[in-house]
């Protein structure tokens, strides 16, 4: 008999413990909705950083390494950076589980995605999950009904960036004569270019451009820039991603032709890897995307973020958004008259003196079409 009461009092608890661990499908109709995204509530903000994988000695390790940054600090602060797409698919059903994996269980304060590639993704996981924060640290477009109201969207100005690379080269070119490289013929990536082409044109400086249709392909970037020495350039900026390793192979084959390289500090990049590309490398353009998404999570961490959201903001040199490496190879190679020059254009278009025409945020599709031709052929040699 005590055998059978064991037994039946083992069945009772095991249906019990059934009963007390399953999960509700719906919550309760009186449960109010969350209003802010947080992960649990141990004074510690959390932050997931979602970006295709590190290693593209870009873009992404920008981010990456701001994100490091972040935690490096010790400041009641954690960033989680998750590599989702290794193997460049793009496929929505994989971003879209990631967004998934980090977003419905409110596990952390913001989400932080961003990229021409991915951004459709994060605008999507915006709408799915309305009581998450999230951060879109370089947009490439504005919706047709705007910034979700939950995101807070960034770029850095690359059209003053290009302003500052065309003044670099206006000031150091021998020839009269500088190039540059750009991946893709379109309106964004052509935003590099627009303040470039201003400036130089402004000054009667002569440029080649170059749009090879790729950002992965050296040899061609490297027979671009070939046919651009040419034509007399002694000062190539490469904003053509992988592809402009060819461009900086091409110029370091000449020992009076600058490279200016893009993204993050190339000359750093290739110090001690190859040595013979750096030393062709006076200076690369920055697209400091660190600067503002470090500056994102403190305003969250602090709970001052409200007023970003559903806004969508350049930040140009003023900010930090952009600007060039500095490093000491840099400043062994130009002298005082030049960097002196280029601290006046810099306050120049921080004090608005001078307004940077910007292709892409200045003019729509149609106004695009229309003037940018005009703007390209400056002073530009075929």
């Known amino acids: 008999m005590k055998k059978l009461l064991s037994v039946l009092l083992a069945v009772l608890m095991v249906f019990a413990l059934f ?12 449960t109010p909705a969350e209003t802010t995204p ?22 992404f390790d920008t981010i990456a390494g701001a994100a490091d940054e972040v935690n490096a600090a010790d400041n009641n602060i954690t960033v989680d950076v998750f590599e989702c797409d290794p193997n ?81 080269s206006a000031s150091i070119t021998k020839t009269g004569t500088v190039g540059v ?14 303040g470039y082409c201003q400036i130089l044109t402004a000054n009667d400086v002569k440029y080649v451009v170059s749009y ?18 040419a034509k007399g ?23 009076d032709v600058w490279c200016i390289g893009v993204d993050q500090d190339q000359y750093m990049q290739f110090k001690d890897t190859n040595p013979e590309w750096a030393n062709t490398i006076l200076t690369s353009a920055l697209k400091n995307t660190g600067v503002p998404l470090k500056a994102f999570i403190q305003m969250v961490a602090d709970g001052n973020y409200q007023d970003k959201l559903g806004k969508a903001e350049m930040w140009g040199i003023a900010l930090d ?50 003037q940018w031709p005009t703007l390209l052929a400056g002073n530009r040699v075929e």
């Open 233 to 255: 350039a002694d000062v190539i900026w490469q904003v053509a991603g992988g592809l402009g390793n060819g461009v900086i192979d091409a110029c370091s084959a000449h020992d």
């Open 19 to 30: 009963g007390c661990s399953k999960k509700e499908e719906t919550p309760a109709a009186d």
């Open 321 to 370: 958004g952009v600007g060039l490496a500095e490093n000491d190879f840099y400043m062994a190679n130009t002298d005082e008259a030049t960097r002196a020059k280029l601290a006046e254009v810099l306050a120049s278009v921080v004090n608005g003196e001078v307004k940077v025409i910007d292709c892409l945020t200045d003019w729509n599709a149609d106004e695009y079409a229309a």
């Open 88 to 168: 460049g698919e793009k496929a929505e059903a994989n971003w879209m589980n990631w967004f998934d994996n980090v977003c419905e269980d409110h596990q952390y304060d913001l989400v932080v995605c961003g990229n021409g590639d991915y951004e459709d993704f994060l605008y999507k996981a915006c709408e799915k999950y309305p009581d998450q924060l999230f951060f879109n640290y370089d947009y490439d477009y504005i919706p047709e009904s705007g910034i979700p109201a939950n995101c807070y969207s960034t770029k850095c100005n690359t059209a003053e960036l290009g302003y500052l690379v065309g003044a670099l």
């Open 212 to 229: 090879p249709g790729s950002f992965s392909d050296t040899a061609l970037g490297k027979e671009v820039t070939d046919a651009m020495i």
């Open 38 to 59: 947080a992960a649990e509530d141990d004074g510690v903000t959390k932050v997931a950083v979602l970006i295709p994988h590190r290693g593209d000695q870009s873009y």
């Open 181 to 194: 490289v750009v991946g893709m013929d379109t309106q964004s990536m052509n935003q590099f270019i627009s």
